[in-house]
């Protein structure tokens, strides 16, 4: 369905904050305590949380956030080590961390700082359950902080002692730059933009899609005149407008039919290529999109979602580029499908990675994924700069 409120922010633009620690640090007893909400499951019985749980809260001073309670990094077992593997997972979407501690043990959470460092995370170390402690001895702040690094944070969930620190504290581990804009240099104030957005069976009657909708909201916060069309409609609302649009925005599926109806003074670029710029690296993105013209029928190509919806008719990721590179390379190019949080470690054998504009992931974790690539040599392009190179047209697509 549409989103009704522009002001909502989806949960891939919110900050993603994720709490790890051993199983009754009171992870789950913290995240209820900062939002002031019965949100996570709290018992005495070890291993109440099993999968990651997320949740979406605005927290002051900190704004939109996602909350991310994890299973205790101690767990046991064959069931154990799957529930931390998918705690590990979680760094790769941590803008920032709290690593809770009781101040017991600090063998496990010295490991977890280390993971946390590496990935380049930002932590606060959250002493809990102070209010079961006589007195909170300096020596033993002075042997967590030497251990585990960062600043400690001393706080009492069950009595709300700490939290408006912590609040403070998570505010200057917020990485810098701000909300970036999906448009760029692209538009400015007063531009006219014409959005083109086909209404098809991946938009169905009553929807639009999250990059439309965030596009509309940026064009709406630049004071921009937005205007929209289908695909059918291009010739009628051109002709309907007293000056051509400073930008037109389309979706990528039909680049190369509006970049042959555009006015000559028009910018061109598509609702993919934002999410390009605005969640991944573009120009690594538009350097691997040169890995196109080398592919033969032995090459293999991953094609990654973000979403995990059931595929539709003409589903652009799994038919529709498919069938365009096929036609191009040969019927025997090899073209895998992984969706959502699927992705593989060892991308050997790969040629080429081509993701989905990734508006349903956060922007830190899809540079995990393309710091993934560089590192293994794997060029990594996405859906709209795919399209606008087999088309012949990137030449002539403009980039936020």
Known sequence: MVDQNFNRAPMSERLHIALFGRRNVGKSSLINALTGQQI???????????????????????GPCVLIDT????????????????TREVIKQADIALLVTDGLSLDDEAVWATMLKQADVPYVVVLNKVDLMDDVPPTLL???AKR????????????????????????????????QSLTGKLA????????????????????????????????????????????????????????????????SQVFDVVERKKPEGSLLTSFSVLMAA??????YFVESAQAIDRLTEQSHVLIAEACTHAPLAEDIGREKIPRMLRQRVGKGLRIDIVAGKDFPEDLSGIDLIIHCG???????????????????????????????????????????
């Open 188 to 251: 400015h104030a007063g531009d006219t933009v014409l959005l083109v957005m086909p209404q098809d069976p991946q938009a169905p009657k009553g929807r639009l899609i999250l990059p439309q909708v965030q596009t509309l909201r940026d064009l709406m916060d630049k004071r921009c005149t937005a205007i929209c069309c289908t695909t059918e409609d291009i010739d009628r609302t051109l002709a309907a407008l007293k000056e051509p649009p400073h930008l037109i925005i389309t979706d």
């Open 40 to 62: 996570a499951i709290v018992s005495e019985v070890a291993g109440m949380t099993t999968d990651p749980v997320s949740k979406s809260m605005e927290i002051l001073p900190l």
């Open 142 to 144: 002075d042997s967590i």
């Open 71 to 86: 299973a205790g990094f101690d767990d046991s077992g064959k069931v154990g080590e799957l529930r931390t593997q998918r």
């Open 358 to 400: 990734g508006c349903m992931f956060n922007r830190r974790f899809m540079l995990q994924r393309v710091e993934q690539c560089r590192l293994q040599g794997v060029p990594m392009t996405n859906y709209g700069i795919t399209i606008a190179h087999v088309k012949g047209i990137l030449n002539r697509v403009s980039l936020p």
């Open 278 to 283: 605005i969640k991944g690296d573009i120009q």
């Open 148 to 179: 585990l690094g960062g600043e400690v944070i001393t706080v009492s969930a069950l009595q709300g002692s700490g939290l408006d620190q912590l609040r403070q504290t998570m505010a200057r581990l917020v990485p810098e730059g701000g909300k």
